[in-house]
């Protein structure tokens, strides 16, 4: 069958406007013979203005650098310590870093008679070192800081690294009694990238007895202003601001703690509207996501036009209440006041109707205005939560019978929460939804009909290449985007022949937009949804431990097409197996079909990074790949 090739078209006027990492020149083909040159492509070096190399890690006692000598035969040391080098010239130190702002690395290679040398100096986080005796405070670690909006009733939980064993407090401007501070151990002293990715556990944590913590009701620190329309920037701190004290042995240290939190009475709450496109330029998803914790995960996806009233804010993030009982936050930016005097959301639900269409079925929920909702999904069920309206329903219409959809029910969850909750013959297998004026269409798709023993026959599959822009770069300066274009290439030629119908989300080396690419898949009605990725770590982790194959998903139903492709990925390389993992990410979170984003195998780590830039390599890739999707499609084939 054919393959469309679509990017490109449908993106014309939006390609050159996306932010575009360059991808670095390849590095000399190693060679037996020849000059010997020492190349470094992580951390990047840059040079100063006296010409000297620079750079600099974000976290960590320990740090990983790696790049490429042109002779794989060369014995190369990095800070004394050899390092092996790869067929292909690469390789990869991890070091440990001086507690110190920065350190100085220096790889040496030598091989018949020849010398190579490069030696850069790195900037390194700044770490605070107790003092040797006296009370001491770290007044980095003062957190929260800036600007907080809460409700009456509300406190905000404050903490702080100060010396051990010394008694901690929280002084007023005013005569407010003070705040104690009591020590704890909450494990934020813990890089994110160890937590998220390292699967050995680390020393170097700073002593649990230096960190206290405590819980301030009320307003502290003078008044921020309204809570929207105001910057946030706090101003230089005064005698308004709230001082914390340490004290110890007669030994007593105050310093300002730059934080203003702010009591919103239920006057001062405006009905806020989302709109993530203020400039009106279009080039948007149109959705606003909402998280359970400012900075969080997405929970919530919010379209434009969403309605709810703003109870709390934490610098840019705003608080929406959706309910008396369940709240969301969000960018601030993309949220704005409607005029004073603007009625909050809320009302009944009415009479529902479902629809049948060739392709999915849709549920209509008229509704009394565009109200904050989401979509659960669980085996055979979709849950909608409606915030902010009581339930009521007099009449649900099913219409003429329908294969798919077995049961409606109705659940009044709360006061003003109700949940509508669908049963199907079949496990989801996607959704959207979409307002028309302020009724809800819930449309749910139809599964495609996947014969057992030719499971990819007559199935559409979307393959992503990852990148540009960004993405990783192997040691030999190798790009991601490269590498997994190729695979995804080859991908297609084995879909192709198992019957499948491919759509090549990227075609080309140009930029092409996350957006772009899933609204691409939606568009021709994708089965399955493939992103194709090659792995890096943050700073801080040790790769030599934490490297391998690994596959993410965003909603439930793509649990086992991810279990499935890892799988056949783990078999088919034969690298450690990272197992698979929910991952907040674009590509897999397009609603309206199944979809992963595979990370088989890490471009840093030199024998895979040979892997992947080998045409036998991306051919495995590709197999497994495909092994993975024909393997969840049958299963999900006998499942019925
Ligand atoms: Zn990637």
Not at 604 to 616: F, H, R
Request: hydrophobic share 45%; aromatic share 8%; with cysteine.
């Amino acid at each position: 069958m054919s393959t469309r090739h679509i990017s490109g078209v449908l993106v014309a006027g939006t390609v050159a406007a996306a932010a575009c990492g360059t991808p670095p020149a390849p590095a000399p083909t190693p060679a037996p013979s020849g000059p010997l040159v020492i190349a470094v492509v992580y951390p990047t070096l840059v040079p100063d203005s006296s010409g000297e190399l620079g750079s600099a890690f974000t976290s960590g006692d320990s740090a990983f650098v790696f790049g490429s000598v042109t002779r794989p035969d060369a014995a190369v040391t990095v800070n004394g310590t050899p390092v092996d080098v790869a067929p292909t010239g690469a390789w990869l130190a991890w070091i440990p870093l001086p507690a110190d702002t920065v350190a100085v690395i220096a790889v040496h290679a030598r091989v018949a008679g020849q010398r190579d040398s490069l030696a850069f100096r790195a900037a390194l986080p700044r770490r605070f070192v107790p003092p040797d005796s006296g009370v001491w405070i770290d007044t980095a670690s003062l957190a929260p800081r800036g600007d907080v909006w809460i409700r009456p009733g509300e406190g905000v939980r404050l903490a702080v690294r100060a010396t051990p064993g010394a008694t901690l407090r929280v002084l007023y401007p005013d005569s407010s009694p003070a705040v104690a501070l009591v020590p704890a151990d909450t494990g934020e002293d813990r890089p994110w990238g160890e937590l998220a990715f390292g699967t050995a556990e680390r020393s170097g944590r700073p002593a649990a007895a230096t960190r206290y913590t405590g819980w301030a009701v009320g307003s502290l620190g003078g008044d921020p202003g309204p809570v929207l329309g105001t910057t946030g920037t706090a101003p230089a701190m005064d005698s308004t601001f709230a001082l914390v004290e340490a004290a110890r042995d007669g030994d007593t240290l105050r310093v300002r703690w730059p934080l203003r939190v702010a009591v919103l009475a239920a006057a001062d709450r405006p009905v806020a509207v989302v709109n993530d496109d203020t400039a009106g330029t279009g080039e948007t998803d149109a959705i606003l996501p909402g998280r359970p914790a400012p900075y969080g995960t997405y929970h919530w996806f919010f379209p434009n036009g969403t309605r709810a009233v703003v109870t709390g804010r934490f610098n840019d993030q705003v608080r929406l209440q959706l309910s008396q009982r369940s709240v969301a936050w969000v960018d601030g930016p993309d949220v704005q006041a409607l005029p004073p005097g603007t009625p909050p959301p809320g009302g009944t639900t009415q009479a529902m109707r479902l629809r049948r269409d060739s392709g999915s079925v849709s549920l209509r929920v008229p509704l009394p205005g565009r109200i904050p909702f989401r979509v659960d999904e669980d085996g055979h069920r979709l849950v909608l939560t409606l915030y902010g309206v009581a339930a009521n329903a007099d009449w649900m219409q099913y219409g003429p019978e329908d294969p798919l959809v077995t049961r409606i029910a109705f659940e009044a969850a709360a006061e003003d929460e109700t949940k509508v909750v669908v049963d199907l013959s079949r496990p989801v297998w996607g959704y959207r939804t979409r307002w028309v004026a302020n009724d809800l269409i819930l449309e749910i798709r139809r599964p495609p009909v996947v014969h057992p023993r030719r499971p990819l026959d007559g199935i559409v599959i979307a393959v992503d290449p990852g990148h540009p822009p960004a993405g990783a770069t192997g040691p030999t300066g190798t790009y991601e985007g490269d590498v997994v274009l190729a695979v995804a290439r080859a991908a297609v030629e084995l879909f192709e022949r198992a019957g499948a119908q491919v759509v090549l989300l990227r075609a080309d080396t140009l930029p092409f937009g996350l957006v772009e690419r899933t609204r691409a898949a939606e568009a021709v009605n994708a089965h399955l949804l493939i992103s194709i990725h090659a792995n890096a770590l943050p700073d801080g982790v040790n790769p030599w431990v934490n490297s391998g194959t690994s596959v993410y998903y965003f909603h439930p139903r793509a649990v086992e097409f991810a279990r499935h492709v890892n799988r056949a990925l783990v078999r088919r390389f034969g690298f450690r197996d990272l197992g698979i993992g929910r991952g907040d990410l674009a590509l897999a979170r397009p609603t309206w079909m199944p979809a992963i984003l595979t990370e088989g195998l890490f471009m840093m780590v030199p024998d895979q990074e040979a892997v992947l830039i080998s045409p036998a390599g991306q051919r495995q890739y590709a197999e497994g790949l495909v092994d993975g999707a024909a393997a969840f499609l049958a299963a999900w084939a006998r499942a019925r």
